[in-house]
């Protein structure tokens, strides 16, 4: 190729501003506003403060876990399939983000019923705020695609999305507990702090709406039958198996997340530690996505450090099983080792 066509060939970019990264980013924190008090504190609001029964609130849990497994690919095709003036997944936030907020403090309301009403109540509200929030976060971590095709901003986009993602941890992580102790009672408490979450939430995701742009020429693409996508599935084995890995490791993770401010009030006997605790767990999270870009190089496969992030809590976990609840700095020091996950995940104590 010659020197004069080589100049007439343009270069390949789509550099986005940092507005347009920043208002993407904040997406990550509006929606940890909701799923991080859902991973921490939902199940004990449920059996300690609005006061259902522990196997009823587990088998709630359950069932919306099953049903999430449904919804998601649902809500996926069906954004996937939106045509509008916005794009195809930014309507969602705009439209969505308000319905969202509002369900959200009703869940986490306190109000006077029967045991069987307080039941149907919690059933509602949380099956309606799983949807909700399916309804917003799954446009919300397609959007990166519609937004460039450029590699590079792709991962940029990522970067912002998990450093405002992490900030939202560690906040929810360590000012929950404090924020609800200011109020009488924990109901109340809990009511007013997940209010100013549910503002903060609604205005982090009308940000990202405003901040951001889909490129037409990426959203008009092929149209796919979800039907087909249906069919791909059971003839992708490693599929299958990326999916049962996913399962049994999130499963795991949700207990030890829901399972650590009981463990805390119940058995160490000091539920102030759980803040504390939690600072700790949220630092080492921090620790394992700087550490994981460094780590995946040297081992040579995001496999071998997805299995070292497995066997990691594993191996803290027992260790935790074993050590006396007076033994505080082990077990603090146990859950920062086994909270190190440098492939991302989240691992609790």
Known sequence: MS???????????DRLSFGKKLGFGLGGSASNFIWMMIS????????????IPAAVAGTLFLVARIWDAVNDPIMGYIADQTRTKWGKFRPYLLFGSVPLAVIYVFTFTTPDLSQSGKIIYAAVTYVLLGILYTLVNIPYNSMAAVITQDTNERSKLASFMLVSTYI????????TIPLVSLFPTEQTGFSFTVGIYAVLSLLLFLICFAGTR????????????????????????????????????????????????????????????YPMF???????????????????????SKRNLYIIATLLPTITGLGILFTSFENLPVILLLSAIGSVRPDG?????
């Open 168 to 175: 939202t941890v560690l906040f929810i992580s360590v000012a």
């Open 214 to 273: 889909e490129k037409e020429d990426l959203v008009k693409r092929q149209r796919y039958s979800f039907k087909n996508h249906i069919k791909l599935i059971p003839r992708n084995k490693y599929l299958l198996i990326l999916i049962s890995a996913v399962f049994f490791t999130s499963a795991a993770n949700e207990m030890r997340t829901t399972a650590a401010i009981y463990y805390f009030k119940y058995n160490v006997g000091n539920e102030s530690i």
């Open 278 to 300: 939690m600072l700790v767990v949220a630092l080492s999270m921090i620790l394992g996505a700087l550490l994981a870009p460094r780590l995946a190089a040297r081992l040579g």
């Open 3 to 13: 020197g004069s066509e080589e100049q007439s060939v343009p270069a390949m970019t």
């Open 345 to 349: 995940s989240y691992a609790g104590f």
């Open 40 to 51: 921490l504190y939902m199940l004990y609001f449920y059996t300690d403060v609005f006061g």
